[in-house]
Nanobody, 125 residues
Framework: QVQLVESGGGLVQAGGSLRLSCAAS????????MGWFRQAPGKAREFVAV????????NYGDSVKGRFTISRDNAKNTVDLQMNSLNAEDTAVYYCAAGPNSWSSSTRQYHYSYWGQGTQVTVSS
């Protein structure tokens, strides 16, 4: 069982930056692939980024490539999402998720067994 708690959301102007963090409980954090998803009002939940167990591999959704960076610290049981050059289209609730070590499905919601409660990011234009 893994419990995930996101933090770091808030209101930011377009062009600004935010850093989200996700803290995980349990001693098996390093065994999970960790992902970030987001959901804007009236839209489906969207894949944002994923990082492998060791942190050696990452993947990003097309809409955030080159602007967002995912990282993890297995000693601290945290996974972060650094978001730069934010625009209004990035406004959403952001969720972190933990899943098994299967890279091929790691951009899919069904891959993930555990989800956080979400943190709101609002970008004003």
């Amino acid at each position: 069982q893994v419990q995930l708690v996101e933090s770091g959301g808030g209101l930011v102007q377009a062009g600004g930056s935010l850093r989200l963090s996700c803290a995980a409980s349990g001693r098996t954090f390093s065994s999970y692939t960790m992902g970030w998803f987001r959901q804007a009002p009236g839209k489906a939940r969207e894949f944002v980024a994923v990082i492998s167990r060791s942190g050696g591999s990452t993947n990003y959704g097309d809409s955030v490539k080159g602007r967002f960076t995912i990282s993890r610290d297995n000693a601290k049981n945290t996974v972060d999402l650094q978001m730069n050059s934010l625009n209004a289209e990035d406004t959403a609730v952001y969720y972190c998720a933990a899943g098994p070590n299967s890279w091929s499905s790691s951009t899919r919601q069904y891959h993930y067994s555990y989800w956080g409660q979400g943190t709101q990011v609002t970008v004003s234009s």
